[in-house]
C-alpha cells in the first residue's frame, strides 16, 4: 500500500508551483527534489546550521523543520529569488550576494544561501546595523569554512551597497 | 603591460554561482532524472559478531529495489569486494593494520560501522526499508579510550595483541643521555580529546551506468577523484577506462574526504551498475558523526633537559595514538605529529615513541592540521613549563630555542610522513616572533593585566609557535589547452573544497602565459581531463598543482611563441605575450601581432575549415609542401602539460597570540584579542590566504574550547548531532583577529610559494592552554577545556598546590 | 534523518482540529515544529496523524491587558519578543524570549508549543511557573485553564491529555513593587542553558516583600523556589534553591559545576531582579510626581 499523497502549490520566489508530496516531504527537500531548487542547502537536517534557510513571508525559516504541506498557505524566498531583475538573464547579484562577493565572505559556498537569505531578512529590518547588529544577525548560522570574519564584513558592506544603489 | 596577478587579492570566479545558488553538490546532481536513493543500516554497537541479518520484511516493500549485505558482495559480480577495503598508505612498522569491509562480514567494531546497503526510490523510503532490517548480535567488550586500550584487558581485533596497530621510534642523538646530563628536567603528561573535520556537507556518491558504452560515472564528495576512481575500477572489476570520476562542488572537506574509497563509493557505483539506473547516497548528518572520520586522540608523556636559559638539550616524547577500529589512512597521523612537534625548535636529542592503538570507536584520518595541533600542544606547553619553571618569560625560552635563519636548510634527522627527510627549507622565526611580539601587545600586557585586576577582571596571554610541512608528493600535474577562440582552459587533478583554486590557479596561469584572468578557466578534480593526479591535503594544492600549471603554461607559452615567431617572421625571444597577443617587445598591438587564438588555429593543421578564422590552418593555406605537417618533435593543438614534483615537503610557519578573559565566578572563557603572524613564503592571492588562516582559527577555536567527540563507556557517541557536538558560531569566535605575514620564499618550487590551508588550527590548543594557564595561575595539560571543567580545574588546584609539571632539580 | 510516514490533518477550525485529535490516539499536534521535527527525522517520534494547527484562525494573538500577557498558540517567540506591549506589561517574558534558540527558530516556534513541550531545559516553561501563570486548552469536551504549577508532570511531560490543544497562556502583568531578572550560562549563544536562573523579586521601600527563583536545566520540571527568607545572605538563598534541584551530569558540565551555576547565577539575579524593582518603583514616583 502507498502512501498518501497530497497536491499541494507551493509559492516559491513569485511563482506558484504545484507538487505532489507525501506528508512527511520536509520543506527543504521538495524544494530541492520536487522543484530543483537546489541551491537551499541541506546540512543537518535538526535545525541547527541554518543552511536550508529560507524566507517564509518573509521571515527566516529553517525549511528542514516545516513540511511541504504545511507550507501551502505561505510566499517563499530561496537564494535563487534573491537576484534582482536587470535585463539579463540571470539577473544581477543582491546587495547582499555582491558584499559575498567582494568581502570573501564564502569558501565552499555550501553555508551560504543560508546566510543570504538571512542577511537579506536580516538588512530588510534593520538597514545599518553596527557591527555587533551585523553578528547578532547571523548568531544562528553556522559556517565551517570562512571563520565568520569576513561574513560579518558582507553584512556591513551588503549595508553600504544598498544604500549606494538606492 | 598585462597586470600581474600574482599576490592580487582577485576577487573569486567561483563565487558567482555560489552566491546564486547555482552551485553543483553531490546531492545537486541528476535531480529530476529519477535517481534512486540509498540508504545504509549502521551498527548501533561497538563491539559484536553479527550472528544473523533478516531482510526479509524489506525485500517486498514497495518502492524498494535492493538490499545487500556481505554475502551479497561475494559473488562473481565484483570479485574483490569481498574483501576488506584498502589500506592506503603502508608502513614497515604498521604490524598491523586492519581495514574494514564494504559491508560488515561477521564482526562491527565501532558504533555506524555499515552491515547492510538499501536502495530505493528516494531516501524516506529507503531509511523505512533500513528499521525492518533485523540483526542478531553477539556482544564483546568494547574498548574505547586510549587508557583501555592500553590496559588491553579486551582486544578490538583478536589478532592484533595488545590494540598495537604500529609502534614506531625515531632518534635523533642521545636523548635520554642528554636529560640525564641537564642541569634541570622536568615531566609532563599532556592529553588531546577527539575531534573531526565537520564539513557543512557531509559525504555524497552518485553514480551512473550507461548501459551502452558499458562505462561508469562516478560523481563523489572527495578530496582525491584519482585515488576513487583506481579504487573503484579495482573493486568493481573494471579496466580503469571504463570509469570515471567528477568531483562537483564540495561543501567543505578539512581532511575527512582524503579518505577512500568508502563503502558507499563503491556501493553506489556497483549498485549502479546491477540497477542500470543512477543511484545516490547523500549522508546525513548523524551519519557523518558515526561513520565518516574523526582525528586529535592523543595521549603524551614528555621528558626534557634542559639548560638555564631554557634552552632544550633533550627531549624525550613518548605517546598513545587512537587510530580507532581500523588504519585505512596507515600511521601518516602520529608520524606528522612525532615530526612535526619539533616545531620551529632544535632540541640537542629527540627521541620520539609512538603506540598507535586500536579503539572500538570510529577511525582517525586526517582533519586539517593532521597530527600537527597535538604536537604543536605537546611542545608549547614544555616551553611554558620549562619558562615558568626557570621564571623567564615564555618569548625568551622560545628564542633561545629557534632554529636561526642562517641554518636553513634545517635537517632534523628524522623521516617524515612522506618518507623523505624532516629538512626544512626556509623561515625566519626571530622575525616572526618580534612581529608577533608587536601585533598582541605582549610588553604592554602585564600593565593591562594590572588594570583588569583592579576591576576585578581575570586575564591571560598565550603564544603558541609552530612549523607545518606543506606541500607533499609524489606529484601534480596540470594540462593547458589555448582554444581557437583565445581561451585557455586549465585542467588539473586534485580537488576543490572552497580554497578558491579556480582563482588562484587562473591567477598563476595568467601571468604565465601573458593572457587576462578572464580568459582562463580552471577544471579541478575531474579523471576525464587529468587523469593523473594525487589529492588535496596537507596544504599541498598551491604548491602542488599551483607549480604544475605555472610548469604547464610555460610549456604551452614556448609553443605559442614558437609558431608565433614563424607567423611574424621574428625571433622567439624578441615576442612578448601582453593580454593574450604576441608581438615584438615594445611595440604592443603593432602591425607584427598576432592573437593567441590565431596562434592556436595555426598550431593545428586542418584539412577542414569549421569557421573562418580556421581557413588560416588548412592545407592549401599553410605548411611548407616538403614536410610534414605535425613535425616529428611536435604534436597538433596548442597544448601544455607538465607534472611537479618535488625532492621534499617546503615548510611553512606560523605563531600565534592570544589575550583570554577567564570569569572568576562562571568560568567562562572570552576571547578578548587574537594575533596571528603567518609565513608561507609568496602569496597568490592574499585574501585567500587570510581566508584560510581565519577559518583555521575559528575551527581552533572550536577545536580548544568547544568541540569534542563524546563517547560513553560501551562506546556510543552521545553526542552525534549539532545540538551537542559543540561548532562555534559566529558568537564563539573573536571579532577581530589581526595578522601580518612574513614572506619567506621557498627555493623548492619555481614560485616560492609554501602551504596555507592548515596553518590557522594548528597552534589553537597551545595557545588557548598557554593563555588559560597564564590566566590561572596553573598549568593547563588537556584539551579541550569547558567552563565545566576549569572550574573543576581551579578547585583542585584550590584544596592542593599541584602537579601538573615536576621540578625534579 | 526523514520522518516515517504519518497522516497529516490541516483543519481550518478549531473544533474540526479537536475531533481529529480525540478520533487517533497516536495523533499529535504540529504548530510551530521547531522541537518536533527534529524528533520525528530522527525517528525518536511516529505519530501515526499529524494535525496541523497552522491554518487555525484567531490562534496567533499577542494581547496584554491588567490580568497579564496572553500568547495565543501560533503566535511566534518572534511576535511575542517584538510586542512593546508585552516588555512593558510582563518585562521577563521579553528578557527569557531573548534567549530561547537563535532569531531564525523563534520565527517560527510558538511560546505556547515551547510551554507545552515541557522542557526544563527551555527558558518558557520555566518562566510561566516562575509568574504563576496558567494556560487553557481545549478539547472535544470543552476548555479548561491548567494553572502553570500543575502543567509539568515530569521531563518533557506535561497534564495536557493527548486530546488536548493549548489555545493560549496567560502570564500574570509584573505587579506593583515588582522587578524581574533573568540570566543563563549556555555553552554556545543560543543553546540551551547550563544553568539559567529568573526572578521576581517584591520591594516595598527598601524593603524586600518577597524573592521567588526560577531555575532551568537543572531540574526534571520547572522548578521555582522562594527565596524571601533568606534574603541578603547569598550562601542560604544558594543552599535552599539547591535543596529543591537536582542538577546533574552531562557532556557539556559536571552536577558540581551547575550547582555553582545556581549559586553564582542566583545571586546575580536576585541583584538584578532587586535593581529593577528600585528603578520601576522611582521610575512610578517620578511619574506620580510628574
Known amino acids: 500500500m502507498g502512501e498518501e499523497l497530497h497536491d499541494i502549490r507551493l509559492s516559491v520566489n513569485g511563482l506558484v508551483r504545484e507538487v505532489r508530496v507525501p506528508a512527511r516531504r520536509l520543506l527543504s527537500d521538495a524544494l530541492r527534489h520536487d522543484l530543483g531548487l537546489t541551491g537551499t542547502h541541506v546540512g543537518c537536517e535538526h535545525g541547527v546550521c541554518g543552511a536550508c534557510t529560507v524566507l517564509v513571508d518573509g521571515r527566516p525559516v529553517r525549511s528542514c523543520l516545516m513540511f511541504a504541506v504545511s507550507a501551502v498557505d505561505c510566499s517563499i524566498t530561496t537564494v535563487e529569488g534573491l537576484t534582482e531583475p536587470d535585463g539579463s538573464p540571470e539577473g544581477r547579484l543582491s546587495a547582499v550576494q555582491q558584499a559575498f562577493a567582494e568581502c570573501h565572505g564564502l569558501q565552499c559556498g555550501f553555508c551560504t544561501p543560508g546566510f543570504l537569505t538571512t542577511i537579506t531578512a536580516g538588512l530588510r529590518d534593520n538597514p545599518a546595523p553596527t557591527e555587533d547588529e551585523a553578528r547578532e544577525m547571523i548568531a544562528g548560522n553556522l559556517c565551517r569554512c570562512t571563520g565568520y570574519v569576513n561574513i560579518v564584513k558582507s553584512v556591513l558592506r551588503a549595508s553600504q551597497i544598498a544604500e549606494e544603489r538606492s | ?540 594544492a598551491a604548491v602542488m598543482s599551483g607549480s604544475a600549471i605555472h610548469l604547464a603554461a610555460l610549456r604551452a607559452r614556448e609553443k605559442v611563441l614558437r609558431i608565433a615567431a614563424e607567423a611574424l617572421e621574428a625571433a622567439e625571444d624578441d615576442l612578448e605575450i601582453v593580454d593574450g597577443v604576441i608581438s615584438v617587445k615594445g611595440t604592443p598591438g603593432g602591425t607584427a601581432s598576432i592573437d593567441l587564438g590565431t596562434v592556436a588555429v595555426l598550431s593545428n593543421p586542418l584539412r577542414y575549415a569549421f569557421d573562418e578564422a580556421s581557413k588560416a590552418a588548412t592545407q592549401f593555406t599553410v605548411g611548407d609542401p616538403g614536410k610534414p605537417p605535425v613535425a616529428e618533435d611536435d604534436e597538433p593543438g596548442l597544448e601544455g602539460k607538465d607534472f611537479y614534483s618535488p625532492d621534499r615537503s617546503t615548510f611553512a610557519n606560523g605563531m600565534h597570540a592570544v589575550i583570554v578573559e577567564t570569569d572568576p565566578d562562571t568560568a567562562e572563557i572570552t576571547i578578548l584579542k587574537y594575533a596571528v603572524v603567518h609565513d608561507c613564503g609568496r602569496l597568490i592571492n592574499p585574501m585567500i590566504v587570510e581566508g584560510q588562516i581565519l577559518g583555521g582559527i575559528a575551527q581552533g577555536v572550536g577545536g580548544a574550547l568547544y568541540e569534542r567527540m563524546a563517547y560513553d563507556e560501551s562506546g556510543q557517541l552521545v553526542n552525534a548531532s549539532f545540538m551537542d557536538f559543540l561548532m562555534p558560531y559566529v558568537t564563539e569566535i573573536p571579532a577581530h583577529i589581526d595578522i601580518d605575514h612574513l614572506e619567506t620564499p621557498s627555493p623548492l618550487n619555481p614560485l616560492g610559494i609554501k602551504g596555507a590551508g592548515e596553518a590557522g588550527v594548528i597552534p589553537s590548543a597551545a595557545v588557548f592552554a598557554s593563555a588559560i594557564s597564564d590566566a590561572e595561575g596553573f598549568a593547563i595539560t588537556a584539551m579541550p577545556i569547558s567552563p565545566s571543567e576549569l572550574f573543576g580545574l581551579r578547585r583542585t588546584h584550590a584544596s592542593a598546590e599541584p602537579v601538573e609539571t615536576k621540578e625534579r632539580s | 534523518m526523514k520522518p516515517a510516514p504519518f497522516a497529516y490533518l490541516r483543519p481550518q477550525g478549531l473544533q474540526h482540529a479537536l475531533e481529529a485529535l480525540a478520533a487517533d490516539p497516536g495523533a499529535k499536534v504540529l504548530a510551530g515544529g521547531q522541537s518536533l521535527v527534529p524528533l520525528l527525522s530522527m525517528r525518536l517520534a511516529a505519530p501515526s496523524t499529524l494535525v496541523d494547527i497552522n491554518a487555525l484562525p484567531g490562534l496567533d494573538r499577542v494581547w496584554a491587558d491588567d490580568d497579564g500577557v496572553h500568547v495565543g498558540a501560533l503566535a511566534r517567540h518572534a511576535d511575542v519578543l517584538a510586542s512593546p506591549d508585552v516588555r512593558r506589561v510582563q518585562p521577563l517574558v521579553s528578557q527569557a524570549l531573548s534567549q530561547v534558540a537563535h532569531a531564525t527558530i523563534r520565527n517560527r516556534g510558538t511560546t505556547v508549543g515551547s510551554i507545552v513541550h515541557a522542557d526544563a531545559a527551555a527558558e518558557m516553561p520555566m518562566v510561566i511557573t516562575l509568574l504563576g501563570g496558567s494556560v487553557t486548552v481545549a478539547s472535544t469536551a470543552g476548555e479548561r485553564t491548567i494553572p502553570a504549577e500543575e502543567l509539568y508532570a515530569g521531563p518533557l511531560e506535561s497534564t495536557l491529555r493527548h486530546d488536548e490543544v493549548a489555545v493560549h497562556a496567560t502570564f500574570p502583568a509584573l505587579a506593583p513593587g515588582e522587578g524581574v531578572g533573568f540570566a543563563e550560562v549556555a555553552r554556545r549563544h543560543g543553546d540551551y542553558a547550563l544553568v539559567g536562573v529568573g526572578a521576581v523579586v517584591r520591594i516595598d521601600g527598601d524593603d524586600v516583600v518577597s524573592a521567588r527563583a526560577g531555575y532551568l536545566s537543572v531540574s526534571d520540571v520547572p522548578t521555582v523556589v522562594d527565596l524571601t527568607e533568606t534574603w541578603g545572605d547569598h550562601d542560604a538563598a544558594a543552599h535552599r534553591a539547591l535543596s529543591a534541584l537536582d542538577p546533574a551530569d552531562d557532556i557539556h558540565a559536571t552536577a558540581a559545576y551547575r550547582a555553582h551555576l545556581v549559586r553564582v547565577l542566583t545571586a546575580r539575579v536576585l541583584a538584578a531582579a532587586y535593581d529593577d524593582a528600585r528603578t520601576r518603583a522611582s521610575a512610578g514616583r517620578d511619574r506620580d510626581d510628574g
Not at chain 2, 562480514?105 to 526499508?129: H, S, W
Request: proline letters at 6%; aromatic letters at 8%.
Open chain 2, 1 to 540: 603591460m598585462t597586470t600581474k596577478m600574482f599576490g592580487e587579492p582577485v576577487q573569486r570566479v567561483e563565487d558567482q554561482r555560489f552566491l546564486r545558488g547555482q552551485g553543483h553538490y553531490a546531492d545537486d546532481l541528476l535531480v529530476g532524472q529519477q535517481v534512486l536513493q540509498a540508504a545504509v543500516l549502521r551498527s548501533p554497537h561497538a563491539h559484536a559478531r553479527i550472528v544473523d541479518i533478516d531482510v526479509s520484511e524489506v525485500l517486498d516493500v514497495e518502492g524498494v529495489h535492493l538490499v545487500w549485505t556481505y554475502d551479497d558482495l561475494t559473488g562473481p559480480m565484483a570479485p574483490t569486494m569481498g574483501e576488506p577495503l584498502p589500506l592506503l598508505i603502508p608502513h614497515p612498522q604498521l604490524t598491523h593494520g586492519r581495514t574494514q569491509y564494504a559491508l560488515a562480514k561477521d564482526e562491527v567494531n565501532y558504533v555506524g560501522e555499515a552491515i547492510a546497503f538499501v536502495v530505493a526510490d528516494d531516501r524516506y523510503l529507503a531509511e523505512d526499508a533500513v528499521g525492518r532490517i533485523r540483526v542478531t548480535y553477539d556482544f564483546l567488550p568494547p574498548v574505547v579510550g586510549i587508557p583501555a586500550a592500553r590496559a588491553a584487558e579486551h582486544l578490538v581485533h583478536d589478532d592484533v595483541p595488545g590494540n598495537v596497530a604500529a609502534r614506531l621510534e625515531q632518534a635523533n642523538g642521545d636523548a635520554r643521555a642528554a636529560i640525564a646530563a641537564a642541569p634541570h628536567t622536568l615531566s609532563l603528561d599532556l592529553e588531546v580529546e577527539r575531534s573531526a573535520s565537520t564539513p557543512l556537507e557531509g559525504r555524497g556518491t552518485v553514480a551512473r551506468w550507461d548501459p551502452d558504452t558499458a562505462r561508469l560515472t562516478v560523481w563523489t564528495s572527495t578530496q582525491t577523484s584519482t585515488g576513487v576512481r583506481a579504487a573503484v575500477a579495482a573493486k568493481l572489476g573494471m579496466d580503469l577506462g571504463q570509469v570515471e570520476v567528477v568531483t562537483p562542488d564540495v561543501g567543505g572537506g578539512f581532511g575527512v574526504k582524503i579518505n577512500h574509497p568508502w563503502p558507499e563509493e563503491l556501493l553506489v557505483p556497483l549498485a549502479a551498475r546491477t540497477l542500470r539506473r543512477p543511484v545516490k547516497f547523500i549522508e546525513d548528518r548523524r551519519e557523518h558523526f558515526v561513520s565518516a572520520a574523526h582525528e586529535r586522540g592523543q595521549v603524551h608523556h614528555v621528558e626534557v633537559g634542559y639548560d638555564d636559559d631554557g634552552r632544550v638539550l633533550g627531549l624525550d616524547v613518548q605517546f598513545w595514538h587512537d587510530n580507532g577500529a581500523y588504519t585505512p589512512y596507515g600511521i601518516v597521523l602520529p608520524i606528522i605529529t612525532s615530526t612535526q612537534l619539533l616545531g620551529p625548535y632544535k632540541p640537542g636529542a629527540y627521541r620520539v615513541v609512538f603506540e598507535s592503538l586500536y579503539t572500538n570507536t570510529v577511525m582517525c584520518t586526517p582533519y586539517r592540521g593532521a597530527g600537527r595541533p597535538q604536537g604543536c600542544f605537546v611542545m608549547e606547553r614544555t616551553m611554558d613549563a620549562i619558562a615558568a619553571a626557570l621564571g623567564k618569560d615564555r618569548l625568551e625560552v622560545r628564542s633561545a630555542n629557534f632554529i636561526q635563519p642562517d641554518e636553513f636548510p634545517y635537517d632534523h634527522g628524522l623521516i617524515f610522513q612522506d618518507g623523505r627527510q624532516l629538512e626544512y627549507d626556509s623561515g625566519d622565526y626571530p622575525a616572526s616572533l618580534a612581529k608577533l611580539r608587536e601585533l598582541i601587545g605582549w610588553d604592554e600586557f602585564p600593565a593591562f593585566r594590572e588594570e583588569m585586576a583592579r576591576e576585578g577582571r581575570r586575564v591571560g596571554i598565550g603564544l603558541a609557535c609552530y612549523v607545518e610541512g606543506t606541500g607533499v608528493g609524489p606529484y601534480e600535474g596540470a594540462h593547458v589547452h589555448i582554444e581557437t577562440s583565445g581561451k585557455v582552459k586549465i585542467a588539473t587533478g586534485l580537488t576543490t573544497q572552497g580554497q578558491g583554486h579556480a582563482t588562484a590557479f587562473a591567477q598563476i596561469a595568467a601571468d604565465a602565459l601573458g593572457v587576462p584572468f578572464e580568459s582562463v578557466e580552471v577544471v579541478t578534480g575531474d579523471t576525464r581531463r587529468m587523469p593523473y593526479a594525487v589529492g588535496t591535503f596537507a596544504s599541498r
